[in-house]
């Protein structure tokens, strides 16, 4: 089949999925997948994607990953001097979502996709979304800090889809003054990276 017409096929079922304003995820499933050490063996980029968007499950458990609670107040990721100071943002075709991860809801935060500053389209055309991360840089350690915490988020991901057959890759390549602007942020968030997720053509 077609690249666009999966793609097509992808949006039209996830539209379905994501008729309401916001999305109560499912529970994160968070034990099996593939061994720690298969997962690392199989990390690796991926930029051809089929334009198919992921069950709600597996966006459920891979969010959780990058940046899920696994204790009463701390995250699956380490951050400098426990601050949090990232928050994910997905820019699905149809919407920008917050990932709100006690309530394990994604709030949507704006129905315009800001396509040409997320950049690549290559790439971001047919993955599934492309995960933005947003640094509140008045509560980081330092602005330094906001970069390295944000790798471990990204690594999460990778490591994730690596472990459940999906394919992720890290991009610095996105218009980043352009993108604080279409997503309206404040003067005190950054935006420090973003990553395409999707499944592998
Ligand atoms: C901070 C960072 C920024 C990156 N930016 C881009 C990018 O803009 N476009 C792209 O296609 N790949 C990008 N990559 C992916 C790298 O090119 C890739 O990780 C590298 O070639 C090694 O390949 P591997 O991830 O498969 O091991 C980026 C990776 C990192 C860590």
Request: aromatic letters at 10%.
């Amino acid at each position: 089949m077609k690249r666009t017409s999966l793609f097509v096929i992808g949006l039209l079922a996830f539209t379905a999925i994501v008729s309401a304003q916001d999305i109560s995820l499912p529970a994160p499933v968070k034990t099996g997948g593939k061994p720690l050490m298969d997962a690392l063996n199989e990390r690796k980029s991926i930029k051809a994607y089929s334009g198919k968007q992921l069950d709600q499950q597996n966006l459920s458990n891979l969010l959780w990953a990058a940046y899920g609670f696994n204790r009463e107040s701390k995250r699956v990721v380490p951050s400098s001097e426990n601050k949090q100071e990232i928050d994910v943002y997905v820019a699905f075709p149809t919407g920008v979502y917050f990932y709100d991860a006690k309530a394990n809801v994604l709030k949507l935060h704006q129905t315009e996709v800001p396509k040409a500053s997320i950049g690549q389209p290559a790439v971001t055309n047919v993955a599934a979304f492309t995960l933005i991360y947003v640094a509140n840089v008045d509560k980081a350690s330092n602005r330094e800090a906001c970069y390295l915490d944000t790798g471990y988020l990204v690594q999460n991901v990778y490591l994730y889809c690596a472990s459940a057959g999906f394919g992720s890759v890290a991009r610095g390549s996105f218009k980043a003054q352009q993108l604080h602007t279409d997503l309206k942020l404040g003067a005190n968030q950054v935006v420090t990276l973003v990553q395409a997720v999707g499944v592998p053509q």
